[in-house]
Each structure stands twice: as structure tokens, then as C-alpha cells.
């Protein structure tokens, strides 16, 4: 696609107030391959105005009227796939084949899901003699991250939309275009003027101006918990909703009686998915002393087949892969068996980390705690169930996981103890219904689904 070089602002491109702009690169061989304007408080305080002059209309609008309007985008995002995988593939440098299956086609699912639920939701209910309406919040402003540039979007504006609330994104700096793709779709699909606008720019001035815009009534974020954190800090501060979708460390448990190869093969590829820039990934692998070796050598052969610049894309940027490097490094350092891979670049060109491996790893090593969010897999050993559930449940972090068992009663009975969002059961599949969100440092709030919808209502109860 080609760049705009404005904000979509109250329904069309406007010229941008200042003259900065951020210059978008591709990870995979560092071209440039466009420019967008980086936004200040003047745009975003445009956008913010726009929203709030829609929100009474919009609010007003049948819920039915607002579903047909979401399942117009629905059709537009999905009859514009091609345009959209090769939009992410340009500037996450995600391979194309994940951007199509995963980045273009996982929105159209989540956007269909919300034109269904705007239809079918109970956005009124009677308790005893009270009748409750669920109404929306108002403006959100929605801060997004790159490493699922779409479905991040569409996750937090298609429940904001399908409640009834205007909205102001600011999308990530790295994958502005398709932010700009999306508001495109947004006015194809023939949403009221203002209902949804865009401003790109960087992080701490536009992101930072529209969490702390008193017009917006909810800032929903997903990203770093150092930011986050600061977001809620501020939010709390204006007595304003705040949501945060942050980081993960999850843990794939592998209980003594699982199909260990399907469990360490599906592990690996969970990892390597998007390059390991997922937060909800496995990173942390569990098993038992007894099969710890079988399992590594498993794990290695898996590794084989993610070749850089085939089937694993780089990461982001040049922060990122030198970020990624320095766990490596420091995974080296603090005594982890390096089994494959290194911190050594495995390409001349582009932001590539060779897919790394630890064995060896003990829970209170850094690589074991904190957020890599490159493609990098630790092996920890634990000596039996009550060893597994204190390491899972060891770190700050509590987005998702995995059990697997030999049945899955006893994987669900082991889940129900992990402190974490989500945990699929022996390779359960992905549901873009079931609540996702984080316990601990893994964020406030829930997004997708009717939990997803619920979080843009405030209620007023009537009493007769
Ligand atoms: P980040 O938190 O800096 O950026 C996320 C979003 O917040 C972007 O849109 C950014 O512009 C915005 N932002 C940055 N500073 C802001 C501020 N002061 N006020 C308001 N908005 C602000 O994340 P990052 O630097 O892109 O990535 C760093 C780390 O964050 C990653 O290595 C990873 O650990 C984590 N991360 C997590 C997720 C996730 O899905 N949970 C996604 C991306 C990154």
C-alpha cells in the first residue's frame, strides 16, 4: 500500500500538524520502505474532539445497525487480506505465509466475532426490581504494539465499536501502515465520521499525549510492562478506565505421562511463531527429570527446521535483535547449556537472531524470568508435579500456558492451579471467544469475546 501522509481524523485524511514524520523500515533487509507522519498533542487532541462529537451518535445507534457496520469492515479487512499480509510482511518482516494465515486472516475472525456479539449481546438485563443497562464508556484511547499489528487493532477498536464507544488509535511506531491500512477499511466500510481515528507517532509524545487526554474515558494498551505501568499510573490519577494487555513468560508443563514428542514439537512452534514476538509464548519448557534429555534432543531436532529467512523472520528492529542478543548473552553467562543457536547474527542483512535453544536452565536464571521476545527456548527440569507447579507459577508474569498429560483431566487439574490467564490442554486450540488477558504483571482487563466487549461498558441501573 502506499502511505498516507496525514491523520485520519472525523472520517479523512488531514494534513498532520507538524512536519516530523517516521520513517518505516523492513526488518527483513533494512530498506525503507515508507514515511508517516509522527504526531504531536495538536493531533492527537484533534482526533480526541472528533471522537467525541461521534460518541453521542454512535452510542445512540441500534446495536443492530452498529453489528452491520462492524461486518462491513469484517468484509472489506477480509476482502483486502493479500493487500494486508504483504503490509505486515513489509514492515514486522514476518514471512508471508504467517502473514497471511495468522496477521490478515486472525482480524477477520475477531472482527466477525464482535459483528456478532454487537447483535446478540445482552446490553440490558433485570435484576430483581432494577433494570441495568450497559452502556459505553465513552472515548478509548487504544495504544497498540507491533508484533501482531492487526489483530491488536482490531482486538481492542471491533468491542469499542460493537459497545457503542469512539475511538483514537495510536499504533505502534514500527507498523504504522498498517494502522493506516485498517482506517482505510474503517471508511470503506462506511463508519460514521469520526467514530474512529488515527494518529501515528512515537510513543512517549502522541501515546503519552492520548493517555493523558482528559476527553478520553478508557486507555487501552498493549505492550511493555514499564510503559504500561505508567500508563496506569496515569490513568489512576485521572480516575479514568485503563486496560493493559503486557508481557508474558509463560510456561509449557509437561507432566511424566504426555505424548512428549507432540508436546516439545508443538512447544517449538509455538516459540518460533512470529519470530518468538508473541507474549502470550511458551517460553519456558518444563519437564521431568527422568525424560529432561529425550526432551532437549527433541527440541534440537525441532529447532532444525526454523531456518532464518525461510520459515522464521527477523524481529522487529535493530533495538530489539540487540535486546534479544543480550539474553543470549547473559543466558551464556549465568550458566545455561547453549544447545543451539547464539548470539551471533545468522544473516549479513536484516534484524535476524539465530533461533536459540538453553538447556540446563534454573528458574531463578534471568533467560527463566524476564521477556525475551525473540526466538529463544528454555529447557528447565523439575523433580515432580509440585516442583513443576512452583516453577510455572515462579515469575512475575501470568498471561498463558500449557499442560499436557497423559489425559486431560489431569492436565485441567494442574492448570486450574497455575496463576495465568489461559492454558491450553494438551494442545488445545486457539478460541478467539475465551477471554485473553494477564494475572500478576501480565496486565488488568480481558480482551476478545463477550469478556472482551464487556470491558468498553460502564452500567446504570434503573430502579422500579
Ligand atoms: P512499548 O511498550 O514501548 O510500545 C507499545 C506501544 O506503546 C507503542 O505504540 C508505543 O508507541 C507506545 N508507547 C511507548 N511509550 C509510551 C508512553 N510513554 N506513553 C504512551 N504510549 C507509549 O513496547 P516496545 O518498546 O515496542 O517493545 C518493548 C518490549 O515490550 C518487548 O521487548 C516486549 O517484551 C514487550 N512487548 C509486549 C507486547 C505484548 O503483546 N504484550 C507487545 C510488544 C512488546
Redesign the pocket.
Known amino acids: 500500500m502506499k502511505a498516507h501522509d496525514g491523520m485520519y481524523i472525523g472520517g479523512e485524511w488531514r494534513p498532520a500538524r507538524g512536519r516530523d514524520t517516521i520513517t518505516v523500515v523492513n526488518p527483513a533487509d533494512e530498506q525503507v520502505v515508507g514515511h508517516v507522519p509522527a504526531g504531536g498533542a495538536g493531533d492527537v487532541d484533534d482526533a480526541v474532539r472528533a471522537a467525541r462529537a461521534a460518541l453521542p451518535g454512535w452510542a445512540a445507534t441500534p446495536p443492530a445497525e452498529r453489528a452491520a457496520r462492524i461486518a462491513a469492515l469484517r468484509d472489506v479487512l477480509a476482502a483486502r487480506q493479500d493487500e494486508i499480509a504483504e503490509t505486515v510482511t513489509a514492515e514486522l518482516g514476518s514471512p508471508l505465509p504467517l502473514s497471511r494465515s495468522v496477521h490478515a486472516a486472525l482480524p477477520v475472525a475477531v472482527a466477525g466475532s464482535y459483528a456478532e456479539l454487537a447483535a446478540s449481546y445482552a446490553f440490558e438485563e433485570t435484576l430483581g426490581n432494577s433494570t441495568v443497562l450497559h452502556e459505553p464508556i465513552g472515548v478509548v484511547g487504544a495504544?497498540?504494539?507491533?508484533?501482531y499489528p492487526l489483530h491488536?487493532i482490531v482486538a481492542k477498536v471491533a468491542p469499542a465499536l460493537a459497545a457503542g464507544c469512539a475511538v483514537v488509535l495510536?499504533?505502534?511506531?514500527?507498523t504504522p501502515l498498517t494502522a493506516q491500512l485498517f482506517a482505510e477499511a474503517v471508511h470503506e466500510a462506511g463508519l460514521p465520521a469520526g467514530v474512529f481515528n488515527l494518529v501515528t507517532g512515537?510513543?512517549?509524545v502522541a501515546?503519552?499525549a492520548?493517555?493523558e487526554h482528559e476527553g478520553v474515558d478508557l486507555v487501552s494498551?498493549?505492550?511493555?510492562t514499564?510503559?504500561?505501568a505508567?500508563?496506569g499510573a496515569v490513568a489512576s490519577a485521572a480516575v479514568k478506565r485503563v486496560a493493559l494487555?503486557?508481557?508474558?513468560k509463560s510456561a509449557n508443563v509437561i507432566l511424566p505421562g504426555a505424548d512428549l514428542a507432540r508436546a516439545v514439537n508443538v512447544g517449538v512452534a509455538n516459540v518460533m511463531a512470529n519470530s518468538g514476538?508473541t507474549?502470550s509464548a511458551w517460553t519456558r519448557m518444563l519437564v521431568d527429570a527422568e525424560r529432561y534429555e529425550e526432551a532437549v534432543a527433541l527440541a534440537a531436532a525441532a529447532f532444525a527446521k526454523y531456518v532464518p529467512g525461510e520459515r522464521i523472520g527477523p524481529v522487529v528492529n535493530a533495538k530489539?535483535r540487540a535486546?534479544v542478543r543480550g539474553y543470549i548473552e547473559k543466558g551464556v553467562e549465568e550458566g545455561a547449556r547453549l544447545v543451539v543457536g547464539g548470539p551471533e547474527a545468522p544473516m549479513e542483512r536484516g534484524y535476524y537472531v539465530s533461533p536459540t535453544l538453553f538447556a540446563d536452565v534454573t528458574p531463578d536464571m534471568t533467560v527463566a524470568q524476564e521477556?525475551i521476545?525473540g526466538p529463544v527456548l528454555c529447557v528447565l527440569r523439575y523433580e515432580d508435579v509440585e516442583d513443576a507447579l512452583r516453577i510455572a507459577n515462579g515469575t512475575v508474569y501470568g498471561l498463558a500456558g500449557a499442560v499436557w498429560a497423559a489425559d486431560d483431566a489431569e492436565a485441567v487439574a494442574f492448570a486450574r492451579r497455575m496463576d495465568t490467564g489461559q492454558v491450553d490442554i494438551n494442545g488445545g486450540r486457539f478460541n478467539p471467544l475465551a477471554p485473553f488477558g494477564g494475572y500478576k504483571r501480565s496486565g488488568v482487563g480481558r480482551e476478545l469475546g463477550p469478556h472482551g466487549l464487556a470491558e468498553y461498558l460502564q452500567t446504570k441501573s434503573l430502579q422500579l
Open positions: 495504544i497498540t504494539p507491533w508484533n491488536q495510536k499504533p505502534a511506531e514500527d512515537l510513543g512517549p501515546g503519552q492520548l493517555a494498551f498493549t505492550g511493555s514499564a510503559v504500561g505508567r500508563i494487555e503486557l508481557g508474558g514476538q507474549c530489539q535486546r521477556e521476545f
